[in-house]
């Protein structure tokens, strides 16, 4: 199993916008529930991509990139505000995303490891997140310690007939 250095809040070099850009739409078009439905290219990718990372740019976001040893971005995460000063010791885990070249090999769990770690660093408390029903992928954060803690039936309409339930989930870290 190859090394990953992870980085929390790296400078977000027109390069490193690209390579996470890259990343975003291959995982989508790999059937990641990321935000998007297949097919799409970086150009569809790119409007929210980068109004994600303006949040993370000294904002009040934090993005964690998991690098392999050629230095080539291999998952990637944001931990996100929810703008509620009461709010402000947990933080949403957003876009959990590993290139779909790496995925299978554990490099999630490291991800989600280095998130902890990281959060912990920023003096966070809990970290929550959504998934989207019928993936399987809540059997993924609940090996690494997430709880479901409530389920919105049907909240996802990933295509008309094709309604999904939003899965919500936690860990106290
Ligand atoms: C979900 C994802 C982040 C997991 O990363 P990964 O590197 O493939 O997962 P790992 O190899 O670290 O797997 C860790 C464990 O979780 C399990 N697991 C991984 N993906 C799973 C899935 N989709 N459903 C159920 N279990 C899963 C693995 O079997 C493994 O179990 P084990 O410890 O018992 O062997 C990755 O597959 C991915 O990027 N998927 C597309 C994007 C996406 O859907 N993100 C989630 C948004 S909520």
Redesign the pocket.
């Known amino acids: 199993m190859s090394q990953l250095h992870f980085v929390t809040d790296p400078e977000l070099t027109p390069e490193l916008v690209d390579e996470l850009v890259e990343v975003w739409t291959d ?1 989508s078009n790999a059937g ?3 935000g998007f439905v297949p097919p799409v290219n970086t150009a569809d990718v790119r409007p929210t991509a980068e109004r994600s990372f303006a949040r993370c740019d000294g904002g009040p976001d934090h993005l964690l990139v998991g690098f392999d040893p050629d230095g080539r971005v291999a998952c990637w995460l944001m931990m996100g505000d929810t703008g509620s000063p009461l709010r402000s010791h947990w933080r949403w885990l957003l876009r ?3 290139h779909p070249k ?8 490291r991800l989600l490891r280095a998130a902890d770690d990281a959060a912990r660093a920023l003096g966070l408390e809990a970290l929550h ?1 959504t ?2 029903g019928g ?3 809540e ?2 954060y609940a ?1 690494l310690g997430y709880t479901e803690v409530g389920r919105a039936p049907g909240a996802i309409r990933v295509a008309p007939g094709d309604d999904r339930d939003e899965i919500y989930m936690m860990k106290r870290i």
């Open positions: 995982v990641g529930a990321v959990v995303m590993v790496h995925q299978g090999q554990g490099y999630g769990a997140l998934v989207r993936t399987g992928t059997r993924f090996g």
